[in-house]
Nanobody, 123 residues
Framework: QVQLVESGGGLVQAGGSLRLSCAASGRTVSTYVMAWFRQAPGKEREFVGSFTPSTGITAYIDSVKGRFTISRDDARNTMYLQMNSLKPEDTAVYYC????????????????WGQGTQVTVSS
């Protein structure tokens, strides 16, 4: 089982930037698909992006393309989400998740989750 801990959330003005971190422990996650999800108040959890190590492919939802970037530091067993040009609609609790081998945009397919970190973007 992989344990995940997110950090880096906070309050930022629209147009600002934040970098979220997701530190993994328990197992080396270099072969795991790592993903970011978010959940805004009153809304369903939403896939944000993922990285698949076997293919090197990073996928994003359309609303964050060109603004958000996923990266990984396997030496630190850590994944990052760089968020630029933030908008009020990006306000949510952000979660990282991990699963073996195959990417998915469905959170039900992920078996390891962090506790979440709050991101609030003011207008």
């Amino acid at each position: 089982q992989v344990q995940l801990v997110e950090s880096g959330g906070g309050l930022v003005q629209a147009g600002g930037s934040l970098r979220l971190s997701c530190a993994a422990s328990g197992r080396t996650v270099s072969t795991y698909v790592m993903a970011w999800f978010r959940q805004a108040p009153g809304k369903e959890r939403e896939f944000v992006g993922s990285f698949t190590p076997s293919t090197g492919i990073t996928a994003y939802i359309d609303s964050v393309k060109g603004r958000f970037t996923i990266s990984r530091d396997d030496a630190r067993n850590t994944m990052y989400l760089q968020m630029n040009s933030l908008k009020p609609e990006d306000t949510a609790v952000y979660y990282c998740a991990a699963r073996r081998y195959f990417p998915s945009r469905d959170g039900k397919h992920y078996d390891s989750w962090g506790q979440g970190t709050q991101v609030t973007v003011s207008s």
